[in-house]
């Protein structure tokens, strides 16, 4: 795990940036997988923006959502697939038969589950995954007590997430209480994760999954199993990690090991 802390949120967004467009430099045909929720909105804007001052396309690029509210039809203001429009695929070039999402109303959930995974599988597996994380430690929608070797299917929300959820939703307007999600296993073959979280709430969510345990009680801790995940986060968000100034020295010094490759000495730190 690398955990990268910025002093605040459109640094964050930035260092997401910049991973997605070096690996789209080095692959056009970049598969992303993308998460909806107030955290990636910074990223997609500098996305959106980068492509109209024409430094990046999404020509040949690929996205799929990582989840969906079960319930709710594709122009519903408050799905994801509607989110996913709004804040960038509609900004964009990325072509429509590219873009791929769980539905909210599938005429056969355990079908449409399947074939989303087989549509990963056929494009070759996401190149760069985007996430946040929920208070509790979920990703996508994977609740804690989700198996950690789950493929994508109907999980029901907690309380907790419904209502921290609930703010995008008219009052008095019935929030979905299932949805649709990529698994943990799903979610672990991708190649590169990138985990976002910013904010005091998101502090214990951050240190029991890069810190504590692996459990299913808090599905991100199994991102440490990950060979290539990112945890970007601001200063709030890392407040109650224990080796913070390690994680900054790491990334401070990072450079020293290219070095070493380039001209095989010891880097002078
Ligand atoms: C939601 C979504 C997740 C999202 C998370 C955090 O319930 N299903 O994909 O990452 O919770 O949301 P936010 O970024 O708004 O804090």
């Given at each position: 795990m690398e955990i990268i802390i910025k002093n605040d949120y459109d640094e964050i967004c930035s260092e997401a940036y910049q991973i997605v467009f070096q690996e789209w430099q080095r692959k056009n045909n970049i598969v992303l997988g993308l998460a909806t929720g107030r955290t990636p909105l910074g990223v997609y804007a500098k996305l959106i923006n980068s492509y109209k001052k024409g430094e990046i396309n999404f020509s040949e690029a690929r996205a799929f959502s990582l989840d969906e509210y079960l319930g709710l039809k594709e122009d519903h203001p408050q799905s994801f697939a509607y989110y996913m429009n709004k804040n960038l695929y509609r900004h964009i070039d990325l072509k429509k038969e590219n873009i791929h999402g769980l539905q909210g109303?599938?005429?056969?959930i355990d079908e449409h589950c399947r074939q989303y995974e087989a549509l990963i599988k056929s494009v070759g597996g996401i190149d760069v995954q985007i996430l946040g994380i929920g208070s509790?430690?979920?990703?996508?929608?994977?609740?804690?007590?989700?198996?950690?070797?789950?493929?994508?299917r109907a999980k029901t929300l907690t309380k907790e997430t419904i209502e921290a959820n609930r703010g995008y939703f008219r009052d008095g307007e019935e929030m979905p209480c299932y949805s649709l999600t990529m698994g943990i296993g799903t979610i672990m073959e991708a190649k590169t994760i990138l985990v976002l979280a910013f904010g005091k709430n998101k502090e214990d969510a951050v240190v029991n999954s890069v810190e504590?345990?692996?459990?299913a009680a808090v599905p991100a801790s199994v991102l440490q199993l990950h060979p290539d995940v990112k945890i970007i986060i601001d200063e709030d968000a890392a407040?109650?990690?224990?080796?913070k100034d390690y994680y900054r020295w790491v990334y401070n010094n990072k450079k020293g090991i290219t070095q070493i490759r380039s001209v095989n000495k010891p880097p002078v730190l």
């Open positions: 109303l599938p005429e056969d509790n430690g979920h990703i996508g929608f994977n609740e804690p007590s989700s198996s950690l070797a789950s493929r994508t504590g345990p692996i459990t407040s109650r990690l224990t080796r």
